[in-house]
């Protein structure tokens, strides 16, 4: 049991052991972004509601299904915007096959995606066929097992030094190969944030680095949280990161982990 116990805590916290380093200031990778990803054509137009801001919110609690759907819509999918629209259950069935796929397998190859005829982006189909949209990713039971995936309980396990800094050097790693990153972040114990969004972009800035995401609940604009780098010296601290700009949060201090990176985590 002992044991046990040992790779669960293992697993919860340490995702790829094999990141590089964090960029330094100035080098060549001090920025980078995924280069086929633009927040303004490959997200949904429909947001992500939060039911204590909305009590009668239809579409409430679907973040992570959202956030893992982005991910799958980039790397299965295709949009030919001349080809004739299909009908609705048609279109649900077509986002059906896109959200069966793992977001953590492989981007496919252009002819091997589900093609969405009709529309030219994520962000113009999602507007037009916002329902059969919904519908094909699975309701309110893909938002329960969303709610129950166990990994969702690292909010509450300590972390050791240096995982915070590990979590960033693997984003940015990601990102530089061209790879979205969904992450879980939180704020807990504060009953505030436990949410996800996807990382596309970072650069280097006096502060830290700034990872900008797109957020669920904000179809509007990007989101950005800073990972601080650690300081030495008699006064030193930890690196970690913080919020600051993340929907419907106050600026300061977070906690990050990524999120479907194989088939246990």
Not at 232 to 242: A, I, L, S, V
Request: proline share 9%; hydrophobic share 40%; charged share 20%.
């Amino acid at each position: 049991m002992k044991g046990l116990i040992v790779v669960v805590v293992a697993l919860l916290l340490v995702a790829c052991a094999t990141a590089p380093p964090l960029p330094s200031p100035g080098a060549p990778d001090a920025a980078a972004a995924v280069t086929d990803f633009a927040f303004s054509t490959d997200t949904f137009a429909f947001p992500n509601q939060i039911r204590l801001r909305t009590p009668n919110a239809e579409y409430a609690n679907y973040c992570f299904v959202l956030a893992r759907a982005v991910r799958q819509f980039h790397q299965f999918a295709r949009f030919e915007p001349l080809a004739p629209r299909l009908t609705y259950d048609e279109y649900v069935a077509r986002v059906e096959e896109v959200a069966a796929r793992p977001p953590y397998d492989p981007a496919l190859p252009p002819e091997q995606r589900v093609v969405i005829p009709g529309y030219g982006s994520l962000r113009e189909f999602t507007a037009g066929e916002e329902k059969a949209v919904k519908v094909g990713l699975g309701g309110m039971t893909a938002r329960f097992w969303s709610f129950i995936h166990w990994t969702n309980w690292r909010v509450g396990a300590p972390l050791p030094d240096g995982h915070q800094e590990q979590v960033a050097s693997e984003i940015a790693h990601e990102i530089r190969e061209g790879r979205l990153v969904q992450l879980l972040i939180s704020n807990w114990p504060k009953p505030e944030l436990n949410h996800t969004t996807i990382a596309y972009a970072y650069r280097d800035t006096p502060e830290g680095i700034e990872f900008t995401m797109w957020d669920p609940n904000d179809p509007s604009e990007p989101s950005a949280m800073l990972f601080q780098r650690a300081r030495g010296g008699m006064w030193g601290t930890r690196g970690g990161f913080w919020a600051s700009r993340v929907y419907a949060t106050r600026p300061g201090p977070i906690r990050a982990w990524r999120m479907y990176t194989s088939w246990a985590l």
